[in-house]
């Protein structure tokens, strides 16, 4: 008797018992997701309408330089649109991160292979190699390429020495060339280790079977491998060819004055000419245009993953 | 290695001749010599790091053999690339291609080479698995018998004179694994090529394959069809890893006819001269092991048996534990000389089971006993790793 009441007990508690953690469950998604939603608010919504607010202020009549108020003078866009003269740098922004991805992919992609399937034990010292560079500033690792690329550097006497420059003519910095160079160089870890974690996924056994079923070498690699690392290919040419289109750094460092990227423009219209409004504009410009950029790339390269 | 036979194309038997794989001071697989004939179901059997999967990764050609060679027909294969030889493989954990529909692994060694008639080959290999309905998914959509079955299509498609299949069943569980095994020997049937089994499971082994090798420590300890095997163990390692087995140390006492007379501390015991195993000597005071298996054994209690049988092979003792499981009762019995012997009865009655510490008498059919070598160890290959091979 005492076991069966006992069991009884037992029972209705649970039925008591569980209709509460059910209704706490309702809401601890929700919570669980708090702490990014506030991430993505603060550090991306605000900053964002932040600046759309300000692409469309004007400045103060009889104010001072860099005094603007707020209105909603869409005619900054207008603007900024028709005059030819951002098109270049738009243009070369372009161009130069687009040379920079792809010398990334075929840099970071034999290197990302290496680390993932021929680095045996010293796997982890190579992810380090690669990690290494972000222990100095940005800034001082772009002037450092100005030696290494510079006339009476190692890099323009080994082209002489091969006979690639005569002297007294060519050299590398300042050039469209040493800005690509340096873009490539900056971002070549976030080519790299996406590269590397997808390639690390995959299973040795099926390089084996791709060898069984007369896919040996290379082909297996084109039919195996390769497919199933481009969700990391996809992932690293997207974070090198984002920052590169809106870096400033490489160009101002690396390049004169034919080399400036609309991500200089920028910093010149905020900066110099304090015309934050400009400043604004251009910059949704650029986003707007790698957002385009963007979608279509993803679209060809059709990964399920990421769309 | 400038041989006028196209190796893509040997066919006939599969031959090793002295084998060897070494690993720096680890020899994997020793002198390994083997035959297995054309169209056959042959199953390489042992415990984890035995060289069964060694083995099968040179015929395969993933792995390079220090010595020895490797022929099917009269190609010889030692050296040929994986993808020359007339050799596929069903992986362990099938490596089907994930970014691939069901139709394109299959399709995949085709395309490679060039075949002209993939659909009508792709989709009878999806027929003969019973899967042509899912040929548009992907692998990871489908079920580990599915995938199983999958794996197997794609490497049936090429038309191999070898197929080798690495613990081809190992991540299915129990009841799925008995309906593949069923499924692989009546493709095997259909298709007759010859299927090379590697496995640790002694059942899987047995219920499939026409030929089983047992391998221990990098050799064949013996080779022969799963009912010779069963019945006529030649070593311990074979009669404990098959199955169970009781051993029992006894001393040769003389012949009778065409039997052995034997002895130990329980009595007397006759075994056909014919049971005993290859190269044993039986020689009047020699040390052997006598076996039975346990479910040969006939178990009655002591107080309802007759007189001792006449014939010898009976021993006497006491229930020691008694596990029910269902299709039959497993036994432990303590006999008088401290030998512990297990018995399997059947469950023909109901409630008929003996309860630990009731004596008994045991006794056998001379004929269902066999003698091995005195020197072998009683245990070996009795509580061998169960898991997978590496």
């Known amino acids: ?307 | 290695m400038a041989r006028s036979i196209d190796v893509t194309q040997a066919d006939g038997d599969l031959t090793l001749t002295n084998l060897t794989k070494r690993f720096g001071d680890f020899t994997a697989v020793d002198n390994l010599v083997l035959t297995v004939p054309q169209g056959s179901f042959f199953a390489l059997l042992g415990p984890s790091g035995c060289g069964k999967t060694t083995t099968l990764r040179m015929v395969a050609g993933l792995e390079e053999p220090t010595a020895g060679s490797i022929a099917i027909g009269d190609a010889d294969i030692t050296y040929s690339r994986p993808y020359q030889r007339p050799v596929n493989t069903v992986f362990q954990n099938y490596a089907l291609f994930p970014h691939l529909d069901i139709y394109e692994n299959v399709a995949f060694g085709l395309r490679r080479r060039k075949d002209a008639e993939v659909d009508r080959k792709v989709k009878e290999a999806l027929e003969l698995v019973e899967l042509h309905h899912v040929m548009r998914r992907k692998p990871g959509q489908l079920s580990g018998g599915q995938q199983q079955r999958i794996a197997l299509a794609r490497a049936i498609v090429n038309r191999p004179a070898v197929l080798l299949l690495d613990e081809p069943l190992g991540a299915l569980d129990l009841k799925l694994r008995r309906q593949m095994q069923l499924e692989l020997k009546r493709i095997q049937t259909e298709v007759g090529i010859t299927f090379i089994h590697v496995t640790h499971d002694q059942e899987e082994a047995m219920t499939m394959a026409d030929t089983v090798a047992v391998m221990n420590a990098g050799v064949i300890e013996q080779m022969g069809s799963p009912i010779d095997l069963y019945e006529s163990p030649n070593t311990a390692f074979v009669a404990n890893f098959l199955g169970q087995s009781n051993l029992l140390p006894a001393t040769v006492t003389g012949t009778d006819g065409d039997d052995m007379l034997l002895s130990d501390a329980d009595g007397a015991f006759r075994v056909p001269r014919a049971r005993v195993a290859p190269g044993v000597d039986v020689s009047a005071g020699r040390r052997v092991l006598v076996g039975v298996r346990p479910e040969k054994i006939h178990a009655e209690l002591l107080t309802m048996a007759g007189d001792a049988p006449s014939h010898g092979n009976f021993v006497e003792g006491t229930v020691a534990s008694a596990l029910f499981t269902g299709v039959s009762t497993q036994y432990e019995v303590a006999t008088r000389g401290g030998d512990v012997i297990g018995v399997f009865v059947q469950n023909l009655r109901p409630g008929a089971v003996f309860d630990p510490g009731t004596a008994v008498r045991l006794s056998w059919d001379a004929g269902f006993a066999f003698i091995l070598d005195g020197s072998e160890d009683p245990n070996a290959g009795a509580h061998v790793d169960d898991e997978a091979a590496g």
């Open chain 1, 1 to 307: 008797m005492s076991i069966a009441a006992a069991l009884g007990d037992v029972q209705r508690d649970n039925l008591q018992g569980s209709p509460q953690p059910q209704r706490r469950g309702r809401f601890v998604p929700y919570l669980l997701m708090l702490p990014g939603l506030l991430w993505l608010g603060v550090f991306f919504l605000v900053p964002l309408v932040t600046l759309f607010m300000m692409s469309l202020q004007t400045a103060v009549p009889g104010g001072e330089i860099g005094e603007y108020e707020q209105t909603f003078h869409f005619a900054n866009y207008v603007e900024v649109l028709t005059d030819p003269s951002y098109y270049t740098p738009l243009f070369r922004s372009f161009v130069y991160a687009a040379c920079a991805t792809v010398l990334a992919l075929l840099i970071g992609y034999p290197l990302a292979y290496f680390i993932a399937f021929k680095s045996g034990r010293f796997r982890n010292l190579f992810l380090i190699m690669v990690i290494a560079p972000f222990f100095v500033s940005f800034i001082l690792r772009t002037i450092a390429w100005r030696q290494i690329l510079a006339d009476e550097g190692p890099v323009v006497a080994a082209m002489k020495w091969v006979g690639f420059f005569s002297d007294g003519i060519g050299g590398i910095y300042p050039s469209a060339l040493a800005v690509v160079l340096g873009l490539t160089y900056n971002f070549l870890p976030f080519m790299t280790l996406p590269i590397y974690a997808s390639l690390e996924r995959v299973d040795p056994k099926l390089v084996e079977a791709a060898g069984d079923l007369y896919a040996p070498g290379f082909t297996g690699f084109r039919k195996v491998t390769l497919p199933l690392s481009m969700p990391g290919v996809v992932a690293g040419t997207l974070l090198t060819f984002i920052p590169a289109a809106g870096d400033y750094v490489n160009a101002a460092l690396l390049g004169n004055s034919k080399n400036t990227m609309i991500g200089n423009r920028i910093d010149y219209a905020f900066l110099n000419t304090n015309d934050y409004p400009t400043a604004a504009v251009l910059s949704f410009v650029l986003m707007a245009c790698i957002l385009a950029v963007v979608l279509v790339y993803v679209r060809r390269v059709g990964t399920e993953d990421l769309l």
